[in-house]
């Protein structure tokens, strides 16, 4: 099994940054992909952006450019920095690993990001 972390959401302005991160316990997760998702009220769970244990990067659309994931294996750990933060990144942000390539295995409990306009 494997517990996953996250820390690091809270209120920023528009325009702000927030670094997430998201520890993981119970076991080594350097060969999983790992992602980060957000949901927000009345929308469904998307994806944000994932890393492949290769250090293979996809973001979706709306956050590139804005939002940089990165894992530090050593750590057992994920980050998500989001910068140039808007109104519409207000959501729970989970993080969540994927060992097999497919829906993800495991996830966390979830960080509030909120951003004011």
């Known amino acids: 099994q494997v517990q996953l972390v996250e820390s690091g959401g809270g209120l920023v302005q528009a325009g702000g940054s927030l670094r997430l991160s998201c520890a993981a316990s119970?076991?080594?997760?350097?060969?999983?992909?790992l992602g980060w998702f957000r949901q927000a009220p009345g929308k469904e769970r998307e994806i944000v952006a994932s890393?492949?244990?290769?250090?293979?990067?996809y973001y979706t659309d709306s956050v590139k450019g804005r939002f940089t994931i990165s894992r530090d294996n050593a750590k057992n750990t994920v980050y998500l920095q989001m910068n140039s933060l808007k109104p519409e990144d207000t959501a729970v942000y989970y993080c969540?690993?994927?060992?097999?390539?497919?829906?993800?295995?495991?996830w966390g409990q979830g960080t509030q990001v909120t951003v004011s306009s």
């Open positions: 119970g076991r080594t997760i350097s060969s999983y992909v």
């Open positions: 969540a690993a994927d060992q097999n390539g497919g829906k993800p295995d495991y």
């Open positions: 890393v492949a244990w290769g250090g293979v990067t």
